[in-house]
C-alpha cells in the first residue's frame, strides 16, 4: 500500500508516538480512509518537540469562506487561519483530502458551519473530534430561528448566513471558542467580535432597505438550488429553487416544467445563477419561458454557499452578501445606491 516510502513513513510514526500518543491512533485511523486506495506517502513536517498552544497565534481551520472570514476578523494577530475550501467550492458534494486530515490534525480547532453543510467533510470532522475539537458555529441558535422546510425529511436548513442578523449571532460562539484556547487575548477578542457584529447590523439593515424599495409583485427570488430561504424570510422575498437544500439532489422535468409556468403567469422577468452551482436548470427555464413567449433574463450571479475570489470584496462575508443584496434588488426593479453597501462593489 505505501510502496517503496514505507519504511520512512513508519519511523516518521514511530517518532512522533512518543510524543502524541493520544493524537496517534485517530490520526491513524482517518488518514487509513485516504491511504487504503491511494498509493504514495503522506509527509509531515516534524513538529513532535513543539507543544500546540504555547506560543505564536492560534492554529485553526475552518471549512467554508463565509467561516473563515468571521474567525480571521476575530481572531486578528492572535490566530493563523487555514480555509478548507476555497473559492467556487460546493461544500454539499465536498469530499475531504489528505491534505484536508493533514490540516485537521496539526490544528489547535476547526471551525464548520454545522447542520450538514459540509456533507461528507462533517465524518471527517467527527472522526477526528478527540484530537482536534470541531466547533459549529451555528451550534448556540436558537432551535425556533433554524428553518426546517417540509420537503427536506426533517433535515435543517444549513444556509444560516444568508440572514446576516441571524448569522451575526454566531459571532459570539467563535469569540467564546478562541477565549477559552488563548485567555489572555480574551479582551482583544471580544471587542473585534463586538465591531463585527456592528458592521453586520449595519448590513443587514441596507439589505431590508434596498430589498424593500423591489416592487412587491416583483419580489420573487428564482435560483439554482434552495439556499436562500433564511434570505427571502429576513428580507421580505418569496425564494424558489430549482433543486432542493442540496446540490446533490436533482430537479426533474416535472419541477422544470412547474417553474416555468410559474415565470410565465406572473411574468417574473429575472432569474439567478450561482457561482458554485452549474447553470444547466437555469438555462433550462429560461428558454422553457422563451417557448412560450417570455421573456426571461439571468439578473446576476449570486453568491451561495461559496464566496467570491479570494481578495476581492466579494470574497469576503460582507462583500458577499453586499453583492447578492444589490444584484438582486436591482435586477428586481429596485432602488441602488452606487457601488453597494459602503460603495466598495465595482462595477455596480
Request: proline letters at 5%.
Amino acid at each position: 500500500m505505501f510502496g517503496s516510502s514505507a519504511p520512512y513513513f513508519r519511523f516518521r510514526w514511530i517518532r512522533k508516538c512518543r510524543f502524541r500518543q493520544p493524537q496517534v491512533a485517530c490520526y491513524c485511523l482517518v488518514l487509513s480512509l485516504f491511504l487504503a486506495s491511494q498509493p504514495g506517502c503522506i509527509e509531515f513536517a516534524d513538529h513532535s518537540s513543539e507543544p500546540r498552544n504555547q506560543s505564536g497565534p492560534l492554529e485553526a481551520a475552518a471549512t467554508v469562506g463565509m467561516v473563515a472570514d468571521l474567525v480571521r476578523i476575530v481572531g486578528g494577530d492572535q490566530v493563523r487561519v487555514t480555509q478548507m475550501m476555497g473559492d467556487g467550492v460546493d461544500p454539499h458534494l465536498y469530499r475531504a483530502t489528505r491534505d484536508d486530515v493533514r490540516t485537521i490534525m496539526l490544528s489547535d480547532v476547526v471551525f464548520y458551519s454545522g447542520y450538514m453543510l459540509e456533507g461528507r467533510l462533517t465524518d471527517t470532522l467527527r472522526k477526528t473530534t478527540d484530537s482536534t475539537p470541531s466547533i459549529a458555529i451555528t451550534s448556540a441558535l436558537a432551535p425556533d430561528r433554524v428553518i426546517h422546510p417540509p420537503d427536506s425529511e426533517g433535515h435543517a436548513d444549513p444556509h444560516i448566513w444568508m440572514d446576516v442578523s441571524l448569522w451575526s449571532t454566531c459571532v459570539e460562539t467563535i469569540v467564546k471558542t478562541l477565549s477559552d484556547f488563548r485567555p489572555s487575548s480574551r479582551l482583544q477578542f471580544e471587542q473585534r467580535g463586538e465591531e463585527l457584529q456592528e458592521e453586520l447590523l449595519h448590513l443587514h439593515e441596507y439589505g431590508k432597505s434596498v430589498l424593500g424599495s423591489v416592487p412587491e409583485q416583483q419580489r420573487v427570488l428564482i435560483t439554482s438550488h434552495d439556499a436562500f430561504r433564511y434570505f427571502g424570510r429576513a428580507y421580505g422575498l418569496e425564494v424558489v429553487g430549482v433543486q432542493g437544500l442540496s446540490t446533490e439532489s436533482e430537479a426533474g422535468l416535472q419541477r422544470i416544467n412547474e417553474l416555468v409556468d410559474m415565470l410565465v403567469d406572473r411574468k417574473v422577468a429575472a432569474v439567478f445563477v450561482e457561482s458554485s452551482v452549474p447553470r444547466k436548470n437555469i438555462t433550462a427555464l429560461i428558454d422553457g419561458a422563451a417557448s412560450r413567449g417570455q421573456r426571461v433574463e439571468i439578473g446576476g450571479e449570486l453568491f451561495s454557499d461559496a464566496m467570491g475570489p479570494t481578495g476581492s470584496w466579494e470574497g469576503t462575508y460582507t462583500g458577499m452578501m453586499d453583492h447578492n443584496f444589490t444584484s438582486i434588488a436591482r435586477a428586481l426593479g429596485g432602488t441602488v445606491p452606487s457601488g453597494g453597501f459602503k460603495g466598495s462593489l465595482p462595477n455596480h
